[in-house]
């Protein structure tokens, strides 16, 4: 059995949250000028970009992830464990967030604090969320892959809509205090990537600390770092393939309608993938 409440119409584990935390840092959580945030939907390479982002910022030196777990490193603010870490840390601080932009500290919005976005095509952020949620007790398990499109389409899933999180954090693209990564982009130019981040966050890295940075934050270098592997050893990698093997052409068509409708509106080739 697994232990879940709703909150706004959303399932989150009693394992990881508490109502009053996640009430906490939407009203009370103080997001100060000088932190970065890294945002993201579930499963939108949200651990890599840490990983990265830790690495930029010891400058290739693997000291610091190799010793500490990655989620002290970058605390989650809406979570029992990061909660507690973030309000009582001083200077800058680095921390992560799945939560939609309707729930995220609104004292966030009257500061000039960085928050780095990433997505992902959420066909494979759904065959994975999927694959994560039977292997785990969070919440309830889905009993097919139909059944999870289902709960994704209507966003009865951990951080709800997809659709709303992207719709509502991409509104803030064109903000000089707002960055937007993709996996897929993350994928094709790693190191154009971190250049990017390195630009955004004013960090100057020498080349060959890029290099540390691109050797240490690798799938490989990650699966091996026991302060960060949790998310891949449930991963599917090597053990399935993509989403197209997963979703039969009646689910595909289904979701690229839906996908159409609820996503119209914004520029074409701002989602960097087909
Ligand atoms: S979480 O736990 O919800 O925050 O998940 P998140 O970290 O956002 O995403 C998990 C997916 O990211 C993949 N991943 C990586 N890909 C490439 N390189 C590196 N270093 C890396 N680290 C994690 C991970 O395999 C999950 O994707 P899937 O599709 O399940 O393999």
Not at 86 to 92: C, Q, R, T, W, Y
Not at 231 to 248: E, I, P, Q, Y
């Amino acid at each position: 059995m697994s232990a879940y409440f709703w909150f706004e119409g959303i399932p989150f584990s009693a394992i990881l949250y508490k109502k009053e935390i996640i009430e906490e840092s939407l009203d009370k959580f103080v997001i100060r000028d000088e932190d970065s945030v890294i945002v993201s939907y579930p499963k939108s390479g949200t651990n890599w970009l840490i990983e990265t982002i830790c690495l930029i910022q010891t400058k290739g030196n693997p000291k610091w992830i190799q010793s500490v777990p990655i989620w002290d490193r970058s605390p989650w603010i809406e979570t029992k464990r990061g909660f507690p870490i973030l309000i009582n840390k001083e200077g800058p601080r680095l921390m992560s967030s799945h939560l939609p932009f309707h729930l995220f500290p609104k004292s966030f919005f009257r500061s000039k604090a960085k928050v780095i976005y990433v997505i992902r095509n959420p066909r494979y952020i759904l065959v994975s969320g999927y694959f994560f949620l039977r292997n785990t007790n969070l919440i309830d398990n889905p009993e097919s892959l139909g059944t999870y499109i289902e709960w994704f389409l209507k966003g009865n899933v951990p951080y709800g809509s997809w659709f709303e999180h992207t719709r509502d954090w991409l509104s803030m693209r064109k903000n000089d205090n707002f960055l937007l990564l993709s996996y897929e982009e993350m994928k094709k130019n790693t190191r154009g990537t971190i250049e990017k981040i390195c630009d955004f966050l004013g960090k100057k890295l020498e080349p060959d600390e890029l290099d540390l940075v691109l050797k240490y934050s690798s799938f490989q270098a990650m699966k091996e770092n026991k302060m960060s592997n949790y998310s891949l050893v449930l991963t599917r990698k090597g053990v399935a393939g993509d989403w197209k093997n997963h979703f039969t052409v009646a689910q595909a068509e289904n979701f690229d309608k839906v996908f159409q409708e609820k996503m119209a509106g914004f520029p074409p080739g701002l989602f960097p993938w087909k």
